[in-house]
């Protein structure tokens, strides 16, 4: 399976709550960028799994959008999320050749370690609307390889 890892864009830095920030002006390009991105490598996932977090949820609907994509909430996905939680969550998904998940830091940098096989020692670091693919074998410790990270900045601009 192909594991795609997309930390949400841009969003702003207040709302009532953390979980009903939206995404900023730049965030919103962002997103369109690496939906953009995703497309014209064809990087086509069979299913997007997002948090729900607003900024999240609204990185994840501007590339589901634009891939044609099923989108699906996840409350695992929510910040805070666990390595070993996650990895439990994602079996249900293993008939599918790629997902992308959308989530939070640090909390994504930690999941592709584990998968990675290095722990939570900081082996990756992902930023804003940073994409990580990753070749899974197994969803154990030390089941995947990276295939690639590609930070928003460095994906063409409009």
């Known amino acids: 399976m192909q594991l795609l890892l997309l930390r949400h864009a841009d969003a702003l830095p207040r709302a009532s709550t953390d979980d009903a920030r939206p995404l900023s002006a730049k965030g919103t390009q962002q997103a369109q960028r690496v939906a953009r991105f995703c497309k014209e490598r064809g990087l086509q996932p069979d299913l997007i799994l997002a948090s729900p977090f607003l900024r999240t949820e609204q990185t994840a609907r501007i590339v589901a959008e634009a891939l044609g994509a099923e989108l699906i909430l996840c409350a695992f996905l929510a910040s805070g999320m666990m390595p070993a939680a996650a990895l439990e969550e994602l079996h249900a998904y293993q008939r599918f050749d790629c997902v992308l998940l959308v989530g939070h830091e640090p909390d994504l940098s930690e999941l592709g370690g584990a998968l990675l096989g290095a722990g939570k020692d900081g082996a990756l670091r992902m930023r804003k609307a940073t994409l990580a ?17 590609v930070p928003v900045k460095l994906m063409e601009r409009d």
């Open 133 to 149: 693919g990753l070749d899974v074998d197994s969803l154990t410790s030390g089941g995947a390889r990276l295939d690639f990270l």
